[in-house]
């Protein structure tokens, strides 16, 4: 180990045939999060037209960290370096600081070179104190799980419990489905409602392709219909439901609530000991949803390094210019934001 520590530390970007040695790295780095996982290269590439561009530290031969990057060409924000688009974490994730340090040097002049506006690093934790930071916009959720799943459902607020319990009593059932289709017809509807353009059909379904066992669709149902869905990662001790919405019925029958629980208590019984709630913006519904769970909010730190932009980004919901847009596609037809929600995804992120 001494000897490894006088070798010369390198930068290289992830090529094909690594992204074994990568991921190797990822599993067993505690920085590191699902969304550093090498199938974002592709995922990023296939799905939404962003160059993904992996960089990772070596020392000996020996990866010492990772930064998982894409370009991104957007109509709202212009072109940007993100670590990562679509993903609530990224950023660095390294076993020694010098790695930490030379990978956001060696993205800085990447980000420079490439004339972009600016490089995003969306870090659970302060690494460039010196560089503008947006960490009151968004809090991530997560919670230890107890092996005893009825020791888990105490452990949710009186009131949130009984919605719980509601679903329940309604007769609702949880299945894991294999394919996508009904996941993507529960989640198109939710959100058109909240004035979200939604993905394309073949995104999920290339996440299931790209991530296999570790990418899970649960659908829950009030007899043959179904009421809610969620897709979830897993990664090493941890669940993390991502992609999820509900029906119309679904606020009648407690059907999200239901769903979330039941993830939960699967999780548990397989033997995991994190229950990730994701990422939600400071202020809204999802935000008020997970604490009445009774998870505590966590600040995200989205870091910026400025190259042409004058001041960091505000595309997101929140920001007066788009609430009218969001209003607006909320009132389009169904099958209208099907057909333009996956062009415009893209320029989201």
């Known amino acids: 180990m001494a000897e490894a520590s006088r070798q010369a530390l390198t930068v290289r970007e992830l090529t094909p045939g690594e992204e074994g040695r990568w991921d190797a790295f990822v599993e067993a780095c505690p920085e590191a999060t699902f969304f550093h996982r090498a199938g974002w290269a592709r995922v990023l590439g296939e799905a939404f037209g962003h160059r993904p561009r992996f960089l990772y530290a070596e020392r000996g031969g020996r990866i010492t960290g990772v930064l998982p990057l894409a370009e991104v060409r957007s109509l709202l924000a212009g072109r940007s370096l993100v670590s990562s688009p679509f993903c609530v974490y990224g950023g660095v994730a390294a076993s020694e600081e010098e790695a930490g340090h030379a990978l956001v040097e060696a993205a800085r002049r990447l980000a420079e070179s490439l004339g ?13 104190p010196g560089w503008p930071c947006q960490d009151r916009l968004y809090a991530t959720f997560r919670r230890e799980l107890h092996p005893d799943p ?3 459902l105490r452990a949710v607020p009186r009131k949130q419990r009984a919605m719980i319990r509601k679903g329940m009593q309604a007769g609702l059932r949880a299945e894991i489905e294999e394919g996508v289709d009904t996941l993507y017809e529960v989640y198109a509807r939710s959100v058109h409602r909240l004035g979200t353009p939604v993905f394309a059909k073949s995104y999920f379904a290339l996440l299931r392709e790209v991530f296999g066992k570790d990418c899970e669709v649960l659908v829950v149902y009030e007899g043959r219909e179904p009421v809610s869905a969620v897709m979830s990662f897993y990664f090493r001790d941890e669940v993390l439901p991502y992609y999820g919405g509900g029906t119309e019925r679904a606020r009648q029958v407690k059907g999200n609530d239901f769903m979330y629980w039941e993830l939960m208590r699967r999780a548990a019984e397989r033997g995991l000991r994190w229950f990730d709630y994701g990422r939600s913006k400071v202020g809204t519904g999802s935000y008020a949803f997970k604490k009445h ?28 210019r788009y609430r009218l847009l969001v209003e607006a596609w909320k009132r389009l037809p169904l099958p209208v934001t ?3 929600g996956p062009r415009l995804v893209r320029h989201l992120g």
Do not use: D, K, Q
């Open 338 to 340: 099907r057909w333009l």
């Open 293 to 320: 769970w009774g998870f505590s909010p966590e600040p995200l730190h989205y870091e910026y390094h400025l190259v042409r932009a004058r001041r960091i980004p505000e595309v997101n919901p929140l920001n007066p």
């Open 150 to 152: 009825e020791a888990n």
């Open 116 to 128: 972009v506006g600016y490089l995003e690093l969306r870090h659970r934790r302060r690494r460039c």
